[in-house]
């Protein structure tokens, strides 16, 4: 198996996850071609997205509990909401957040249960993006396919200075390619990621350009058209430059296709939304009309970005939206069978575990926090302003410089433990 190293992307997050995930496809595709002969990026970006997706089910079960005890404990949410609607000063937020702090630990839930799901699908979606777009860089069986087009560009005399005129011709810079590196590995490299993001039409220009290896650059390109291939389309291409290139050449099924390709990952993502259960909040509420901005926003954002980038991960975009839709249909049904009472009762179960570990007694503690946060807080009537948020912020003082043995250092653990790491 060839090694690859010098082509993929090395930004510090992002890197190593790209690097991961194409460990994971360069498996699929050779599983693919070994067992069935089946040697096709689009299908192998196709089974990569079910099984990231299927790896994400137990949070995405998870993110459904989630929203359906919020819809459980809505009526409470509103009670406090409504006990400190209007209060503004310090003392009354002090509070309100407590009692809410108190809710959410009575049903064994976090604040932020549903955020981790949607701060783990975009890194994701990013290094995909990587991936897709250097995709030899991964998969060891298509580099491979650039094998004789490397070797015949570099022992071509002046192939330093062709290959930058044809890059500038082709608007190819963003690439950034040095031809003139002294490490020939580091050349070839260039080469291979330059010849593999260039559009169909730019083949002619490289038969042009290097005359003498024609017959090798028609055996590249029919390769990787063979290996890119997804319905007639090349993934490499962008909806943008195949419709471009289509309506030049009057083949308006493939205007048709590509056109298809942003349109149905609009669809598909609009469709995740209706299958969301969507909580019992007012409609009129500021994080009501967010969430449904959100909602309408973001698939419309994608359907003109689905235009510019390569159909690759358009074709991931769309069958990831496919398989969550899917998911969610049979996630949707299991919820409904949930006893809500069962759930919460592990929950709490779970929680207590966690603090049990941690060496703390829930009750003493939430006891010893609730005492030292009225102590702490008593003011006077008569006090100023002034002297009222000058006492708080004493009290608050005290609170995080407690000695780390004292019930004050215990509750104010529980409290930062409530808010980061309940469930």
Not at 182 to 191: G, R
Request: one cysteine or more.
């Amino acid at each position: 198996m060839t090694t690859i190293m010098l082509t993929q992307y090395s930004g510090a997050i992002l890197g190593p996850i790209a690097k991961i995930l194409g460990w994971i496809m360069n498996w699929i595709y050779l599983f693919l071609q070994n067992v069935f002969g089946i040697e096709n990026i689009g299908l192998t970006i196709i089974v990569l997205t079910i099984l990231i997706y299927m790896c994400m089910l137990p949070l995405t079960v998870r993110t459904q509990k989630f929203s359906k005890l919020q819809q459980r404990m809505q009526p409470e949410t509103k009670a406090i909401q409504e006990k400190y609607k209007g209060k503004r000063d310090q003392q009354s937020q002090m509070a309100m957040n407590e009692e809410m702090q108190e809710l959410y630990a009575k049903y064994g839930i976090s604040p932020t249960g549903s955020c981790l799901p949607m701060l783990l699908q975009l890194p994701v979606f990013l290094a995909l993006y990587r991936m897709i777009y250097n995709v030899p860089a991964y998969v060891s069986s298509v580099k491979s396919a650039f094998d004789g087009i490397v070797e015949g560009i570099v022992n071509t005399p002046g192939y330093q200075d062709i290959m930058d005129k044809f890059v500038e011709a082709e608007k190819l810079t963003s690439v950034g390619a040095d031809f003139h590196n002294e490490d020939l590995l580091v050349v070839k490299n260039y080469i291979v990621d330059t010849v593999y993001k260039m559009s169909t039409s730019a083949w002619d220009t490289l038969r042009e350009s290097f005359p003498s290896l024609i017959d090798v650059i028609d055996s590249t390109e029919t390769q990787l058209n063979h290996v890119n291939n997804f319905l007639g389309m090349n993934i490499s291409d962008s909806p943008f430059a195949i419709i471009t290139n289509s309506m030049a050449s009057h083949s308006y099924l493939f205007v048709f296709l590509a056109l298809m390709v942003p349109i149905s990952s609009y669809a598909s993502q609009m469709l995740n939304i209706k299958l969301m259960p969507q909580a019992d909040t007012d409609p009129n509420s500021a994080m009501a009309k967010q969430l449904k901005a959100m909602n309408y926003t973001m698939p419309i954002f994608s359907l003109f970005l689905c235009f510019t980038v390569p159909v690759g991960l358009g074709i991931y975009w769309l069958f990831s939206s496919l398989t969550r839709g899917v998911q969610q249909y049979f996630v949707n049904k299991h919820i409904q069978n949930l006893d809500l009472d069962d759930v919460i009762a592990q929950n709490l179960e779970k929680r207590k575990k966690k603090l049990e570990k941690m060496g703390i007694n829930e009750n003493q503690i939430r006891s010893a926090a609730r005492m030292n946060t009225k102590s702490s807080v008593q003011l006077s009537a008569s006090m100023t302003k002034e002297e009222r948020d000058s006492k708080i912020e004493k009290a608050y003082s005290y609170r995080k410089e407690a000695n780390p043995n004292s019930l004050t250092a215990k509750a104010n653990l529980v409290k930062d433990f409530n808010e980061r790491n309940n469930k």
